[in-house]
C-alpha cells in the first residue's frame, strides 16, 4: 500500500513560477501528476523552495478553464461555447478591424509565462501576419529597464554571468531584490556561499528589512527613490580612494556626459563631486559610513556580483538605475570573471527566453533585432518570407500606452495570453476603465477562472497548462530548458500554438507563415531565425534539450557546450579567437562597454504634507504573481491569506494603530481598507503592500508614470497617507 502512490515514471520539466527556473521532476501514475521533485541535474541540483514543491496541486486544480466561454453581450455570463464557433467569431472580429481600421486595431499582450513557442508564434502572426507591431507583453512591467540598461552600457541585452557565479563571488551587492522571498532557491545558494566562505560579505541596499537583508553584513536602508545618489556616490569613494581599475577601464570603456556625448575619466570624475558621501548621505537619509563601506567591500573584493530586481527596475529610472550598478562593475573591472558580474533577476519562467530573446515587445524583433532599424526588419522579412516592407517600421504600443489606446478605441481587438493584467497594471481603476470599453473585444487564453481579466473578457480560451503540453522555457540565466508533455489536458484544454496557428489561419494570415504542427516545428524555426546572430542556439536541438537539463547561449553547434561566460575570448563564440583584446563587448561599435552620467532624479510623486508617505509594493514567498495558482494550494494560501499594509512601528504609534488595526491606505488614486503589521520591517515614513491578493487591488494606488526609455512603469514608490480606521 506504501507504493501505491509511486510514479510509473518521471518526466523533466521546468517549474512554473520565478525567473530562476529550477529544473523539475514530474512524477506521473496512471496517466496522472503524483509528484514532483528538483531536477538534480539541472542549476538548482534538486532543490525547489515550497511554491515550486507544491505545483502538483495546481495542475490538478478543479478551479481550471476547461473549455472556450463567450460573453454574448457586454455585461452578460460567460457562457460554453464550441472551439469553432469562438475561433470563428474571434478570426471574423480581428480581421474586421483589420480591414476596417488597419492593423493597429489589433494587439497582442502576452506573458514571461507562455512557452517560447507560443510567444514566438504569435509574435510572427502580429508582426509579419497583420502587419502590427502592437506586440507587447507583461515583461514590460518587470524588466523592461533591465534590458535598456544592458542595451545602453553593453550593446546586448541579457546577463553576461550565470548563477554559477554565486559559487565563486565574494561579496554581493543586492540593490532592490528581495532574493530570499522572490527567488528563493538563489538566495539560498547566496546563503550557503556565505556559510562555506566566511569571508563573502553581504551588502544589501533596500528601504525594507527584509530576510535578505538579515544575512547581510551591511544593511543600506536607504530613503526610496535615492539608489542612483547611492551608487554615483560608491562609485565617487572607488575613484577617490583609488580603487578603481584604470587597466580595465582605460582599455574597454567609454565615457559619455550628460548630454549623451563622449566624455571621459575626467568629466566623470567632476560629475561625482555632487555626490561625495556626506552630501549623498543625506539625500539618502543613510549614515554616510555605509557608503563608504559599501564602496570599499564592492571594489576591494576579488570578485563582486551585483544583483538586483523590481526594485531597480520598476522606477521611472530604472534604465538609469541599471546603468549605474553597470557602472560599478566596469569602474573597479569587476565583470566577466567568475563571480565578477551584474546579474539582474527576473520574475517569470520564459521572460527571458520567449519575450526578450523573441524579441515580443513592441520595438523589437526575434533574436536582438530591433523594429526601429531597416537591416533587421529585412532579415526578418526575408526569414519569415515575407514582401518587402511587411514589417512595420513604427514600433507599437507599449504596455500602459497600449491599454490607454483599448481605453480610446484606438486598439479595438487585444489577445491576452496567460497574464493577468486587471490584477498588475498601475493605476488599475484607469485601465479598468479602459478594459470596459463597449467597442472593445478582449480575447483571453487563460487556464483559471478568478484571474480578474476574465471579468472583462469577451471570449476566454481554455489552455492545456504547464506540462501539458511540451515547450521551452528560457530563464534568468540564458538558459533554455524544454518541460516536456507530462500529462493530458482536460479534454477541451488546447496548446496555445495549436490555438494560434488555428486563429491565424481563420483570420486570413497566409497558411505558409504558421506551417507548423507541433511546438517542436515551431522551435525549430526559431533555431534558425536566431542561426548566425550573437543569440544563436542553433546547437539547442529538441533532442539536445530532451536529455540535457537546459543549455546557455549562445549555443552556435550541436557540439557546442553552451556559454557561461558572455564578451570573453575564448569563452564565447561571438568573440574572435584571434581578437588582440581579453574583452570584446560586441554589441558596441568599437568594442567597449559604456560609463553612464545619469543626472540624479527622485520618484515620479514624492510624498508632501497631504501625503507623507512612501509606499511600496512586495513580493510574499508562498505566493505568486497574482495568486491564480499559487491561491489554490491551501498551505500557501493559509500562510498569507489576504493582503495587508506593513508600516513601522513609529509611523504606527504616531497615527496611533496597533498590529491587527483595520487602516485606510489612502494615494492620489484610491483609497483601502488593510489590516495592519506593524514592526520595524519598513524604514520609518515607508508603508509597503503585497500584490497578490485578488480582493484587494493595489495596484490601483500606483500611478503610471513610466521611466522614459524603458515604459517600465514605477510601481515601487508613490505617496501615501495612512489612518485609523
Ligand atoms: Fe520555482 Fe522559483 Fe521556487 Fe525555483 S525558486 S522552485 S523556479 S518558484
Redesign the pocket.
Known amino acids: 500500500a506504501a507504493d501505491d502512490n509511486r510514479p510509473d515514471k518521471w518526466v523533466k520539466g521546468v517549474?512554473?513560477?520565478?525567473?530562476?527556473?529550477?529544473g523539475?521532476m514530474v512524477g506521473v501514475k496512471n496517466g496522472k501528476a503524483v509528484a514532483i521533485q528538483?531536477d538534480p541535474n539541472n542549476h538548482?541540483a534538486g532543490l525547489?523552495?515550497l511554491?515550486?514543491?507544491m505545483l502538483i496541486p495546481v495542475l490538478n486544480s478543479r478551479e481550471r478553464v476547461t473549455q472556450p466561454m463567450l460573453r454574448r453581450r457586454k455585461g452578460g455570463e460567460l457562457e460554453p461555447v464550441s472551439w469553432d464557433e469562438a475561433l470563428d467569431l474571434m478570426a471574423r472580429k480581428f480581421r474586421a478591424s483589420i480591414d476596417a481600421y488597419g492593423p493597429d486595431s489589433v494587439a497582442w499582450y502576452g506573458s514571461g509565462q507562455c512557452l517560447t513557442e507560443e510567444t514566438y508564434v504569435a509574435n510572427k502572426i502580429f508582426k509579419g501576419g497583420f502587419g502590427t507591431n502592437n506586440v507587447d507583453g507583461n515583461p514590460r512591467l518587470c524588466m523592461a529597464s533591465a534590458v535598456g540598461g544592458y542595451l545602453t552600457s553593453f550593446g546586448k541585452d541579457e546577463p553576461m554571468g550565470t548563477y554559477a557565479d554565486i559559487d565563486h563571488a565574494t561579496c554581493f551587492f543586492i540593490i532592490g531584490s528581495n532574493t530570499s522571498e522572490a527567488?528563493?532557491?538563489?538566495f539560498r545558494r547566496i546563503a550557503r556561499r556565505k556559510q562555506m566562505e566566511p569571508g563573502v560579505k553581504i551588502i544589501v541596499a533596500d528601504p525594507r528589512r527584509t530576510n535578505t537583508s538579515r544575512i547581510a553584513d551591511l544593511h543600506i536602508a536607504f530613503r526610496p527613490g535615492t539608489d542612483l545618489a547611492l551608487m554615483h556616490s560608491m562609485a565617487w569613494v572607488i575613484i577617490n580612494e583609488e580603487l578603481d581599475n584604470p587597466r580595465f577601464w582605460q582599455r574597454y570603456v567609454n565615457f559619455m556626459g550628460l548630454d549623451g556625448k563622449p566624455s571621459d575619466f575626467e568629466g566623470y570624475k567632476a560629475f561625482l563631486e555632487d555626490f561625495r558621501p556626506e552630501k549623498a548621505a543625506e539625500i539618502c537619509r543613510i549614515p554616510v559610513e555605509q557608503i563608504y563601506a559599501a564602496a570599499r567591500a564592492f571594489a576591494e573584493s576579488p570578485a563582486t556580483m551585483s544583483l538586483w530586481c523590481m526594485g531597480i527596475n520598476q522606477r521611472v529610472q530604472g534604465v538609469a538605475a541599471n546603468n549605474l550598478i553597470h557602472n560599478l562593475h566596469l569602474l573597479t573591472g569587476q565583470i566577466c570573471r567568475p563571480g565578477a558580474t551584474p546579474f539582474s533577476l527576473t520574475g517569470q519562467?520564459n521572460a527571458c527566453g520567449g519575450v526578450r530573446d523573441g524579441g515580443a515587445l513592441s520595438h523589437l524583433l526575434p533574436a536582438g533585432r530591433m523594429v526601429a532599424n531597416p537591416k533587421h526588419r529585412a532579415e526578418m522579412e526575408k526569414l519569415w518570407g515575407l514582401p518587402e516592407g511587411r514589417i512595420a517600421p513604427k514600433p507599437g504600443y507599449h504596455t500602459v500606452a497600449l491599454f490607454e489606446a483599448l481605453g480610446k478605441g484606438d486598439v479595438k481587438c487585444m489577445l491576452i495570453c496567460e497574464t493577468n493584467p486587471a490584477q498588475t497594471l498601475p493605476n488599475l481603476n484607469k485601465f479598468h476603465k479602459a478594459m470596459s470599453n463597449p467597442e472593445s473585444f478582449i480575447v483571453c487564453i487563460e487556464a483559471f477562472p478568478d484571474a480578474v481579466t476574465l471579468q472583462y473578457a469577451d471570449l476566454v480560451l481554455a489552455p492545456a497548462f504547464w506540462c501539458e503540453r511540451d515547450g521551452v522555457y528560457g530563464c534568468g540565466e540564458r538558459r533554455y530548458a524544454l518541460t516536456e508533455k507530462a500529462v493530458e489536458p482536460p479534454a477541451q484544454c488546447r496548446p496555445t500554438v495549436n490555438t494560434l496557428v488555428e486563429f491565424a489561419k481563420r483570420a486570413g494570415v497566409d497558411p505558409k507563415l504558421v506551417n507548423f504542427r507541433n511546438a517542436e516545428d515551431v522551435w525549430n524555426e526559431w533555431r534558425m531565425v536566431s542561426k548566425g546572430t550573437t543569440y544563436d542556439f542553433w546547437g539547442m536541438t529538441r533532442d539536445r534539450l530532451r536529455k540535457e537539463s537546459g543549455l546557455i547561449w549562445p549555443c552556435p553547434g550541436e557540439d557546442h557546450p553552451g556559454t557561461s561566460l558572455r564578451y570573453v575570448r575564448g569563452q564565447d563564440p561571438n568573440v574572435p579567437a584571434d581578437h588582440p583584446d581579453r574583452f570584446f563587448f560586441y554589441g558596441k561599435p568599437d568594442g567597449k562597454a559604456v560609463i553612464w552620467m545619469r543626472p540624479y532624479k527622485g520618484a515620479a510623486e514624492e510624498p508632501d504634507a497631504e501625503y507623507p508617505l512612501y509606499l511600496t509594493s512586495m513580493r510574499v514567498i508562498d505566493h505568486?504573481h497574482t495568486a491564480t495558482m499559487t491561491g489554490k494550494v491551501p498551505e500557501l494560501q493559509k500562510a498569507n491569506p489576504a493582503a495587508y499594509v506593513e508600516i513601522n512601528a513609529e509611523d504606527a504609534a504616531a497615527a496611533g494603530i496597533r498590529q491587527d488595526d483595520t487602516v485606510v491606505v489612502e494615494t492620489r488614486r484610491a483609497s483601502m481598507e488593510l489590516p495592519a503589521r506593524v514592526s520595524d520591517v519598513c524604514r520609518p515614513g515607508l508603508i509597503a503592500v503585497p500584490f497578490f491578493d485578488p480582493k484587494k487591488l493595489v495596484n490601483k494606488f500606483f500611478l503610471d508614470a513610466t521611466d522614459p526609455a524603458s515604459r517600465e512603469p514605477e510601481y515601487k514608490i508613490c505617496a501615501a497617507r495612512i489612518r485609523k480606521a
Open positions: 517549474c512554473r513560477y520565478c525567473g530562476t527556473g529550477c523539475v528538483g538548482n525547489l523552495c511554491k515550486g514543491s527567488h528563493p532557491v538563489l519562467p505568486w
